[in-house]
Antibody
Framework: QLQLQGSGPGLVKPSETLSLTCSVS??????????WGWIRQPPGKGLEWIGS???????SYSPSLKSRVTISADTSKNQFSLKLSSVTAADTAVYYC??????????????WGRGTLVTVSS | DIQMTQSPSSLSASVGDRVTITCRAS??????LAWFQQKPGKVPKTLIY???RLQGGVPSKFSGSGSGTDFTLIINSLQPEDFATYYC?????????FGGGTKVDIK
């Protein structure tokens, strides 16, 4: 059974870098045709795609966040990570890691991690 | 970016009702559309992908249809556990984009 578990600080100061890790069990992040991605949800609002990383290592990011986002993988630990720099209060959200099933197209989210609430505040 | 517009943004329904939610894309996305259900404080759950294919374990009371720009999610015989917010999402091209959500609550 595939499981994704996000982890990381729940509080980040403005202008600093938000760093989250997603640990995957039940599947290898090096196997296709899957993407591994991050989606966020500000309190009381809708869902926003942040970015995805294909199993081969290629990445795609939301244009609105692209200048501040990096998604990377540690295949030895079967984990992937999100870094979002220069955060502001607008980045306060629940951050979900997810598996996205795709291939020649971006793919749909079929597995979701539990979600990590990150608050940006001094 | 492809804009996804859901309607209505909220609706009230009774147990046993049939509910229809629509999602419109700002351009042709073929059938690259998924639907998600989210209950308050919970993780979204994938219901449908490829516009009409049920994700594993999802009851057949949920059905999806459509292609191109217009899509529909139907929930038959609404039950208490179905009261939630529903989101559509296109995965035709990047950036992936979600609809604003439809909240289904109890009449």
């Amino acid at each position: 059974q595939l499981q994704l578990q996000g982890s990381g600080p729940g509080l980040v100061k403005p202008s600093e870098t938000l760093s989250l890790t997603c640990s995957v069990s039940g599947a290898s992040i090096s196997s296709g045709p899957y993407y591994w991605g991050w989606i966020r949800q500000p309190p009381g609002k809708g869902l926003e795609w942040i970015g995805s990383m294909y199993y081969s290592g290629s990445t795609s990011y939301s244009p609105s966040l692209k200048s501040r986002v990096t998604i990377s993988a540690d295949t030895s630990k079967n984990q992937f990570s999100l870094k979002l720099s220069s955060v502001t209060a607008a980045d306060t959200a629940v951050y979900y890691c997810a598996r996205i099933t795709g291939g020649s197209y971006p793919g749909w989210t079929d597995y979701w991690g539990r979600g990590t609430l990150v608050t940006v505040s001094s | 970016d492809i804009q996804m517009t859901q309607s209505p943004s909220s609706l009230s329904a009774s147990v046993g009702d049939r509910v229809t939610i629509t999602c419109r894309a700002s351009q042709d996305i073929s059938n690259y559309l998924a639907w998600f259900q989210q209950k308050p404080g919970k993780v979204p759950k994938t219901l449908i992908y490829a516009a009409s294919r049920l994700q594993g374990g999802v009851p057949s009371k949920f059905s999806g249809s459509g292609s191109g720009t217009d899509f529909t999610l139907i929930i038959n015989s609404l039950q208490p556990e179905d009261f939630a917010t529903y989101y559509c999402q296109q995965y035709y091209i990047y950036p992936l984009t979600f609809g604003g959500g439809t909240k289904v609550d109890i009449k």
